[in-house]
């Protein structure tokens, strides 16, 4: 039914650098977020959860003299143009159906517009998805990019909402056949 998991996503290497640097604990709360806000919306949760989990895969780290320098990244951040593409590729080499990684990768691309020129975009549903789940879980000054999670509880926290994601199909395709 689903050709990746996110557990498949969360053991690769270029997941534990890149996700873990922008915050791991972030990542999966995000996911989580947008697993119920799929069912609000009526998108996949699959494409949710999985953009939800990589989209801030393109952080880059700004340090200037040994200290994160926070006008130097908002000068220079390009992490939704990074993470799209950085998702795009693991999530292709995982195995992941172009179709499908295409839309991940567009939600990751929109899930902010602090980079982009000023103007009213159109976000598709999955797309507003994202931007809500990771909205949710803003603290101040980016304090989320810092909260930590053991490896353990993060494994944990992943497969369970792989198990929820293979039962909203299920259910999804029971009363799509009935
Ligand atoms: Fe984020």
Redesign the pocket.
Known sequence: MRDVTLLSIFEHRITQKYVKRAGMS?AIA?AYHAFNLSKEYGVDPDLATKAAFL??IGHYTWYRNGKWDYELYKKNDIHAIKGAERAHKLLIRLGEHPEKAKKIALAILLHTDSYLPQGELTLEPLQKVVAKA?EMDEEPKGNHHYRTIDDEKARTLIGKLDKKIEQELKQHNEIANC
């Open positions: 972030h995000v989209h801030d990771d």
